[in-house]
């Protein structure tokens, strides 16, 4: 069965460093792969996606996600981040007609 | 390009109510899905239409939920009787029908009920 983890339920960063947040996949085929942001109170907001092609895909906001099929990961990543980026992340698996399976999230504080 | 709207973006009910939630997608969008989003979990699939069909609707429980999408476009979703354990937050998508667009999925608000 798809399944998406997301191993970190919480993660602290001060701002200005450096963020890489984890996402580990269960998919038969080649899978389409989706990291979304949802601050709060707002609904969800598409960050980056992977269909196929180059396994490093850029992103808005200045985030970045690398596909490794051995690990069957797909992490999201950001050089530096803002206090602006305190949010939750969602990573998804698409699934069949069109269906997204998302893991649990993970949470982002941003100490300044 | 007008987002996904959700109304309302909050309500409050006692056990055993009812009640609905609207949707309007994106233009143009054929399918539209609603999400169940229970605190501190990721949003999980209740019901999928394409135009006014439905393509999956296997984890919406059917004794009390239900949802119509008449015309094709906007859709409702109601809930009777509600139960304590359906206070969550509701979120509409929508998407393009056909290949990889169809999974890029834009979100609307979502509606935050509590069921007390």
């Known amino acids: 069965a798809q399944s998406v983890t997301q191993p970190d339920i919480h993660i602290t960063v001060s701002e200005g460093a450096s963020l890489e947040l984890r996402c580990n996949y269960s998919y038969g085929a080649t899978p389409y792969l989706f990291w979304y942001v949802q601050s709060p109170g707002q609904g969800l907001q598409l960050l980056l996606k992977y269909f196929s092609g180059d396994t490093l895909v850029q992103g808005i906001k200045g985030f970045e996600a690398e596909f490794k099929r051995s690990q069957s990961s797909f992490n999201l990543r950001k050089p530096s981040v803002h206090w602006s980026d305190a949010a939750e992340y969602f990573c998804?698996?698409?699934?069949?007609?069109?269906?997204?399976?998302f893991g649990a999230g993970t949470r982002l504080a941003v100490h300044p | 390009e007008a987002g996904v709207a959700q109304s309302p973006r909050y309500k409050i009910i006692e056990k055993r109510q009812s009640v609905a939630f609207w949707c309007n997608p994106i233009s143009g969008h054929a399918t539209l899905y609603w999400y169940q989003q229970i605190l501190g979990q990721g949003p999980k699939l209740l019901i999928q239409f394409q135009n006014n069909g439905v393509v999956d609707d296997s984890q919406l429980p059917k004794d009390r939920f239900s949802a119509e999408r008449l015309k094709g476009v906007d859709s409702t979703l109601k809930i009777q009787p509600a139960k304590l354990e359906d206070s969550a937050v509701y979120l509409c998508a929508s998407s393009l029908v056909t290949g990889q667009k169809g999974h890029e999925q834009y979100f609307g608000p979502g509606t935050r009920l509590t069921v007390t």
């Open positions: 998804a698996v698409g699934g069949g007609y069109n269906k997204l399976i």
